[in-house]
């Protein structure tokens, strides 16, 4: 007769909120990307210079760009046809114009680097959904960060829990749940996670109704459970993105075990 689970760890987050970034980081994404401004331009200098610019403006950006629009236009609509086409003229008729733009919009001090300091403040504020749940390593780790950790057998995450996160470990810690799987099923791990808790805040930021919210969740808690099931076969893994009843915020939630 088979022996009761032995607890390798488990693991419940924290109600996750929004995060900001310290300022400095802020202020060096906005100074990077200004600094990409030579090195995008160079990278469309082939479609700039000439002789041959013009040529490699209609295949790879004018004609690749309506041969996917055609695909995207119902077939059976009235001149179809005549739409798709409309497109492809424009496009293929838009060389003078657009080379001319981009290449105002990358001159130092104009519109990319102008835009780029509008944006910072979009930056700084969509930012934090996703900080709330992977943090900033240099100072903060977030709980998905440490879950994922915790799955494939590393003890860091141990020095980083906080008191009001719920963190036990049995006999069989430390323990990778996934080492027959490999390393893809991590990162996916992660990327589940972190949209199910970015879609999240984002519902409570936009007091959208709770009933899209566990919409949300379920249906993250749905792919998680097809990933969890890439464990080792010797063992049980449990991953959700679960609701705090009292704040409605994301909660990451993990157990795993031997059997």
Known sequence: ???????????????????????????????????????????????????????????????????????????TYPLADIIKLKQRIKLAGAYDAW?????????????FELNVTAKKSK??????????????????????????????????????????????????????????AGKGIVPAIISTYVHGVVMVLWTLRGGVDSGIRDSIASAVNSRLAKLASARDPDTNVTLELQIDTDTGKPVVYGRAEKI
């Open 123 to 180: 930056f700084d504020n969509n930012v934090r959904l996703t900080i709330g749940g992977v943090g900033f390593k240099p100072e903060t780790w977030g709980s998905v960060s440490k879950l994922s950790l915790l799955l494939v057998g590393d003890i860091r995450p141990v020095r980083y829990m906080t008191a009001d996160e719920t963190f036990n470990t049995g006999e069989a810690f430390p323990r990778n749940v996934f080492s027959e």
């Open 1 to 75: 007769m088979a022996g009761s689970p032995v607890l390798i760890f488990e693991y419940r987050s924290a109600p996750i909120s929004e995060t900001a970034l310290p300022a400095r980081i802020v202020d060096e994404w906005e100074s990077t990307l200004k600094l990409a401004r030579t090195r995008i331009l160079a990278s469309l200098d082939r479609f700039l210079a000439e002789p041959g610019g013009r040529d490699a403006f209609l295949n790879q950006i004018a004609d690749a760009s309506s041969d996917a629009y055609e695909m995207f236009v119902n077939p």
């Open 99 to 111: 080379k001319s733009g981009v290449t105002y919009a990358f001159q130092s001090g104009s519109t």
